[in-house]
């Protein structure tokens, strides 16, 4: 059985506010309920871990969703701490080899089809997969007075998404050899790519936004309220 990890110990330090992004509301629901019962609805996923800053005050405290349990435990500074808390607190009974999903908690708007086909495709590779969008605007660089410096391709750039689909074990593994190296990763994949891992990019859409900024949370509730007319 395939467990799903939701780091949600981050502050929220460019969204602002007082309440972490994480918990803000979205049509009478807390935003990470939409992120938890995403993962959740997939019939391969039996539970979720969700990890929580020491001081969380606004973690709505639900045990179950749609009949799957729910559990919580601490996470770090960084997100790969958090990851890697909810790795370890994973239920004994979840193998070293079996994938698990680790999905923000900040992304309210997974598809159904998106993680259906990440499920599909990762558990046939030996390593796993990630959900990512090709680039689609004109990419610049800029120089430090601000002008463009020149263009550069975007032909093979993909935008990472979440879930991300590795082995228990391996992504324990590559998380850990990170924090010791002392190299800040930016999502599982990148700690994976780091031991020689090549994981498989899956397709998924545009619109699977992380909330990031308060300009990203009217979009997210537009797209909620869509998804369930
Ligand atoms: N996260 C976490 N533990 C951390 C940092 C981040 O569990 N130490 C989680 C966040 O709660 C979020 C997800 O990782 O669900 C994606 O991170 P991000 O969007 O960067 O959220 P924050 O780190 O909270 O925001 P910011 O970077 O603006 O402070
Ligand atoms: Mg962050």
């Known amino acids: 059985m395939i467990w799903a990890i939701v780091p949600a ?4 330090s460019r969204y602002g506010g007082d309440v972490p992004k994480q918990y803000l509301d979205i049509a009478g629901l807390p935003l990470i309920a939409y992120s938890l019962r995403a993962v959740l609805a997939h019939p391969s996923v039996g539970g979720a871990m969700v990890v929580l800053s020491e001081d969380d005050a606004s973690w709505p405290g639900y045990t179950e969703i749609d009949g799957k349990p729910v559990r919580t435990c601490i996470g770090g500074a960084e997100r790969c ?3 890697l808390a909810g790795l370890a607190a994973l239920p004994d009974d979840v193998r070293p ?9 900040a992304r309210p708007h997974l598809r159904a089809s998106d993680l259906e086909r990440l499920l599909d495709l990762g558990r046939g590779d030996p390593v796993g997969a990630i959900l990512a969008a090709p680039v689609r605007d004109t990419l610049k660089r800029a120089g430090n007075d601000g002008g463009v410096d020149g263009t550069e391709s975007r032909e093979r750039l ?3 998404l979440t879930p991300q689909l590795f082995r228990r074990l391996q992504l324990t593994r590559a998380l850990e050899a990170a924090r010791n190296a002392g190299v800040v990763v930016t999502d599982e994949s990148m ?3 780091r031991q020689g891992h090549r994981p498989l990019l899956v397709e998924g ?6 909330v990031t900024t308060p300009a990203d949370l009217p979009l997210a509730e537009f797209l909620l309220r869509l998804a369930r007319e």
């Not at 859409?205 to 992380?210: A, E, I, T």
């Open 9 to 12: 110990a981050g502050r929220g």
């Open 81 to 83: 701490d958090s990851v």
């Open 97 to 105: 080899d079996e994938f698990v999903l680790v999905h923000d908690a």
């Open 158 to 160: 993909w935008r990472a």
């Open 191 to 193: 700690a994976m790519e």
């Open 205 to 210: 859409s545009d619109d699977n936004l992380k």
